[in-house]
């Protein structure tokens, strides 16, 4: 049996803000029947254009380094939502990118404004790079707090703001006018996560980025373009915070076959726009139906998942599990107590997943 040292003098090299880290992880795991987990969209990308697109890569030259920054995905993406290539930087996943665009902005003891709940990444980057804080809580109705977000900000004057819209993992939105008044109103670098606004209702803030320097937009093809394995993402900015922006960028970290990936899923955008819609479809129908459930609260929703808050979280999960159905326990997260988040699947899984509910549901007090 192989041996290591049982030392731990290594931990005196080691990031102290890493020792109360944990590693990221999904809970209950990646694999099920029916797996309403992660926000991914239910649709794989058809066999005929993932043909197309493997047939490209395979005329690739395996041997060569792909472009430095993945520019022909940057050209199609800036195209495709109407900005020049000069506003974008491409990305392996927008996670990559957030690692990025903090690694710029923020250093030990600079400030940056992360209303909670949000997502995880945002805080566990900051606290790598030993910033300050600064939290500011939703509504009871998981809504943001505008008011409050414009008065920590005027207070504190943090460096940077993270705005998640739609939210993850509340599911809401921020009306496009509130995004605006943070945006006109604060002294801080506005970061736009839009991962989930081809589902929104409301416009998408990406005209501010003509007008206000201190705006940037992230967008993934993680969610809408079913391309979460491939990990694609991308920044929106004008050029000149792109420019600072793409100091620490890591090199060479999009792929050949993401970027390719990128430009034949943009060709086919018809493809998405079909999915999206049937997602959109699911989510109405299911909104009725998870409403009929007994001892179970919906909150209204602008992504492709819902929130639902019942007695006993953890054992709902585990019931769940027993069926072959996995969701995601968010009741451990900030004014979260409770909830569970629920992705839109197709058709067939969330019959599944209601039909479970309903018959666990029953037994359970409000």
């Given amino acids: ?25 999904v809970v209950g795991g990646q694999v099920a029947e029916v797996k309403l987990n992660q926000n991914e969209n239910p649709n794989d990308i058809p066999n005929d254009l993932k043909l197309d697109i493997l047939n490209t890569f395979y005329k690739e030259e395996w041997n060569r380094y792909p ?47 992360i209303p909670t709940p949000n997502f995880s990444l945002y805080e566990k980057v900051a606290g790598i790079l030993q910033a300050e804080i600064l939290k500011v809580g939703m509504t009871d109705e998981l809504d943001y707090d505008v008011e409050s977000i414009l008065e920590e900000a005027e207070r504190s004057r943090p460096n940077l703001i993270t705005l998640t819209t739609p939210n993850n993992p509340t599911g809401k939105s921020l009306k496009f006018e509130d995004t605006l008044r943070i945006v006109e109103e604060s002294n801080a670098i506005v970061l736009i996560d839009e991962a989930y606004i081809e589902f929104s209702r409301q416009k998408s803030a ?40 793409l100091k620490p960028k890591i090199p060479f970290a999009s792929s050949r076959l993401a970027e390719i990936t990128t430009v034949k899923l943009i060709e086919r955008y018809d493809l998405i ?16 139906l998870l409403k009929e459930i007994p001892n179970t609260k919906v909150f209204e929703t602008d992504a492709n998942f819902f929130v639902i808050r019942v007695s006993d979280p953890k054992q709902v999960f585990q019931l769940l599990q027993s069926r072959n159905i996995l969701v995601r326990d968010v009741s ?26 309903a018959e666990i549901m029953p037994s359970f007090s409000k």
């Fill in 67 to 113: 472009n430095l920054f993945p520019q022909e995905a940057i050209e199609s993406f800036a195209n495709h939502i109407g900005v020049p290539k000069e506003c974008v930087m491409g990305g392996n996943g927008s996670n990559e990118l957030i690692y990025t665009i903090f690694l710029a902005t923020l250093w030990r003891g600079a400030k940056v404004l």
């Fill in 1 to 25: 049996m192989l041996k290591f040292p049982t030392e731990k003098d290594f931990l005196d090299h080691i990031n102290p803000a890493l020792r109360e880290m944990t590693p990221y992880a």
């Fill in 332 to 357: 451990s997260y900030p004014m979260m107590t409770g909830c569970l988040r629920v992705g839109i699947g197709k058709k067939e899984e969330n019959e599944r997943l209601l039909n479970a509910l």
């Fill in 206 to 245: 990406l005209s501010l980025i003509y007008d206000y320097g201190n705006v940037v937009i992230l967008r993934t093809f993680s969610k809408a373009f079913a391309a979460a394995g491939l990990r694609v993402g991308f920044a929106i900015s004008n050029p000149d915070l792109i420019a600072e922006l």
């Fill in 273 to 288: 726009q079909s999915q999206v819609n049937s997602i959109l479809e699911e989510r109405a129908r299911m909104e009725i």
